[in-house]
């Protein structure tokens, strides 16, 4: 992404991946909404495979395998610095991305 991340595309997993380069140890963690359990995406193997990164829109974007959506990942921080319970009981960050589908 364009704020020193890596983003992993879950394929057989539910959650996108974010590693965190910027930071010394390196910081591991899932980011975003469990996508099969808020229905965003139907499948559960083989969703997504590559990417590409807009600059422009500091996005990341995953195409699609065997997936009916493609994976968009917001990496823009957002403004706000509180944190949040997510629909399905994690801890979300506001500074974390914001990962959504298209179909």
Known sequence: GTNGCVYC???GSE???QVNTTTTPKQV???GP???DTQMERMLQNK???GLT???EHCVYAIPLAADTVLR???TPSSSSSSTAGTDGDELDAKDPIVTTWK
């Open 9 to 11: 595309f879950p394929s």
């Open 15 to 17: 959650k996108v991946l």
């Open 29 to 31: 963690k899932t980011v």
């Open 34 to 36: 469990n996508l099969f």
């Open 48 to 50: 997504w495979q590559n």
């Open 54 to 56: 807009s600059t422009d």
């Open 73 to 75: 990942i917001d990496t």
